[in-house]
């Protein structure tokens, strides 16, 4: 019986579990998004979020020191670490939780499994509220796709075709 089991075992011993957990952690905090299963990323986020929340509590200074050393306790890796602390925690302060954000991709092809892309919220251009720059909105066509190289090679065959005909009843009328 699995009474009170709540930790998703991942098919992995604890030590393979946890090296993993740190690698995958270090991944999403230096390159913003990382894609994984659907199991691994939604484990993910359980381990991660802790961790980004010990870098938004604002004390004395022993106590941020403290918070440096249990953060890199887990993550083992001493630029993500200073990205952490430097990067991402200003831009997470105002945020109450939810620091990271899980989109489905669909089913893998080699095995069938479900794929995921794990993402820091603030990083995303896309969602985000702080959008810079914003491009014009793309104009939106009824037309589906493929017609509208039908219509530029139909009216392409029809220029070849008038200018045929033109062609020769300049002649015959010359004639």
């Not at 089991?5 to 905090?29: F, P």
């Amino acid at each position: 019986m699995r009474h009170g089991d709540k930790i998703n075992n991942l098919g992995r011993t604890k030590s393979h579990r946890v090296a993993m957990m740190s690698n995958m952690a270090s991944q999403l905090i230096t390159y913003k998004r990382i894609v994984t299963t659907l199991a691994k990323a939604k484990a993910l986020r359980t381990y991660i979020e802790p961790l980004i929340t010990k870098t938004k509590k604002d004390a004395s200074k022993e106590q941020i020191m403290h918070n440096h050393r249990l953060v890199f306790a887990h993550l083992n890796d001493k630029a993500a670490v200073k990205e952490l602390f430097t990067v991402i925690a200003p831009k997470v302060a105002g945020r109450p939780g939810g620091y990271t954000r899980i989109i489905k991709l669909g089913i893998r092809l080699g095995d069938n499994a479900e794929r995921a892309m794990i993402e820091l919220v603030d990083f995303n251009e896309i969602y985000g509220k702080g959008k810079g720059t914003s491009a014009a909105p793309a104009k939106k066509t009824r037309r589906s796709g493929g017609s509208k190289k039908k219509s530029e090679s139909a009216s392409a065959e029809e220029e070849t075709i008038t200018g045929t005909t033109e062609a020769t009843a300049e002649e015959t009328a010359a004639e």
